[in-house]
């Protein structure tokens, strides 16, 4: 049985003058090589910094309203 697979884009660039672009920008800025290295998380810190500073730009403050803005919203994904 074959599998069908979804060719969905998933390389999602937002335009200059989008707020996930400067946040983007801030937190690539940011040094997280030293505080990081003995802990494991299932993501990065610094991508989950980016989506709750994106998510508060947009007045989600909660963690369930955040993770379902992430599934929801494609510049937060």
């Known amino acids: 049985m074959s599998q069908l697979m979804l ?3 998933t390389a999602y660039e937002p335009e200059e003058n989008h707020p996930a672009y400067q946040i ?3 937190v690539e800025s940011l040094d997280f090589t030293d505080e990081y290295t003995t802990v494991r998380y299932p993501y990065h810190p610094r991508l989950l910094l980016k989506l709750v500073l994106f ?3 947009r007045g989600i403050r909660y963690g369930r309203m955040i993770e379902r803005f992430a599934d929801e919203n494609k510049v937060a994904m």
């Open 7 to 9: 060719d969905i884009p």
């Open 24 to 26: 983007n920008q801030l």
């Open 55 to 57: 998510a508060y730009t």
